[in-house]
């Protein structure tokens, strides 16, 4: 038997039909298993497992109806085609009932068995087809439940954040009037008794937890209700700073270079993404520098020109390795395991990933400058398109 490309079984025990058939179909290109009775053509389809079955009915020991039923239980979808001589109504409703392909009478015509084939061929291939299918769209199916449970897993971790975000908010609002009461209680302690020292540091420090206290119900509130408004960059920056004076890494000697731009235009946008992007910038400058003996410093700039507004935040940290640069914008991407044997600004796995992408959402985006021993610079580039023409105080 010459080679080809689809395997095809032919049972029946008349040697001149399967002689012929052999023939025919090597020429036609299949790749030809004969079997001279059903037992044969079944142990061979179960070696082979070819694509097209042709069988007789009647053949000695196990009948074709038999040899089909059996070829059922193992592959349902082969296309088999009925040869046989002695085609009755009855044969052809059990073949029905096998989902047998077609039916061809002896003696056999050659052109409308090659017709047969052919939509055989085409069935065949239909048939796997939507199989692939089937099988991408499960693969499909697989993927989306595993970045599903992936999303429900962050979601559940970050949701009591969210609770407990609320709740504080609240229990600082209730902390607002015994504040108020120790800041008043101060003032006449001051009044009364002058010579006593250290209650002015008192003072102070009461209308520092005050304004703590306020930035950070400000920042609950502005994150519930998210509200678009004309925002001043600068004030935002300086409120980020003050916040994040609470940091440990903002506790030791960290110097600060302000260059911010007076007439810097209002921003339109949401206060909490500026917070969020500011924040976690900032955050990541102190971190780099938590383990520098030379002096701490971050520099503070912004500036407008005809390409838009401009805030740059530098650190005097390590920087960041050139191998690394591409890689601190992409999720869950962090150097802060000893493995890289860098930390600080270079990301905090999910942080420069969601500030780039809050930053595109408003038409900019952010570039990082770096010098290896002279800290980063990250730039947040953002479209004029969205300020106010005339800068307002």
């Not at 179909?25 to 082979?48: K, N, P």
């Not at 069988?55 to 296309?79: F, H, Q, V, W, Y």
């Not at 065949?124 to 697989?142: G, P």
Request: net charge negative.
């Amino acid at each position: 038997m010459a080679g080809g490309d689809t395997p095809i079984l032919i049972v029946d025990d008349e040697p001149s039909v399967i002689e012929g058939l052999t023939e025919f179909l090597d020429d036609e290109g299949y790749d030809v298993h004969q079997a001279m009775e059903g037992q044969t053509g079944l142990d061979i389809f179960r070696a082979v497992q070819p694509e097209l079955v042709m069988t007789d009915l009647r053949m000695p020991g196990m009948s074709g109806i038999e040899l089909i039923g059996e070829i059922r239980k193992i592959n349902a979808r082969t296309p088999i085609i009925v040869v046989t001589g002695y085609g009755t109504l009855e044969s052809a409703i059990d073949g029905i009932r096998m989902n047998i392909f077609d039916f061809i009478t002896k003696p056999i015509d050659l052109i409308s068995l090659k017709a047969t084939l052919d939509r055989a061929r085409a069935s065949l291939q239909s048939a796997q087809e939507v199989q692939k299918e089937i099988l991408d769209l499960r693969e499909q199916l697989r993927v989306f439940q595993e970045q599903w449970k992936e999303q429900v897993g962050r979601f559940s971790e970050v949701e009591p954040l969210i609770h407990t975000g609320r709740l504080v908010a609240g229990i600082l609002h209730n902390l607002n009037n015994p504040l108020t009461y120790i800041m008043g209680q101060a003032e006449l302690l001051q009044l009364v008794h002058p010579e006593v020292e250290n209650i002015n540091s008192i003072k102070n420090q009461a209308i520092r937890m005050r304004k703590i206290m306020a930035t950070i119900v400000k920042r609950v509130k502005e994150s519930q209700t998210r509200q678009t408004e004309w925002l001043p960059l600068n004030e935002l920056l300086e409120e980020e700073i003050f916040f994040l004076e609470s940091h440990p890494y903002f506790q030791s000697d960290i110097k600060k270079v302000w260059d911010l731009a007076s007439d810097l235009p209002l921003f339109r946008g949401v206060s909490a993404d500026f917070s969020q992007v500011f924040g976690n910038i900032l955050r990541n400058a102190a971190e780099a520098m938590q383990d520098e003996s030379s002096t701490r410093e971050i520099r503070l700039k912004t500036w407008h020109d005809s390409s838009g507004i401009h805030v740059y935040i530098q650190d005097s940290g390590p920087g960041i390795p050139d191998s690394l640069k591409e890689k601190v914008f992409q999720p869950f991407f962090s150097t802060k395991s000893s493995s890289n044997g860098v930390t600080g600004s270079m990301g905090m796995g999910i942080g420069l990933y969601h500030c780039q992408e809050i930053v595109r959402q408003y038409g900019g985006w952010i570039e990082l400058e770096n010098k290896i021993g002279q800290g980063a610079k990250f730039i947040i580039h953002l479209p004029l398109s969205a300020a106010e023409p005339s800068p307002q105080a």
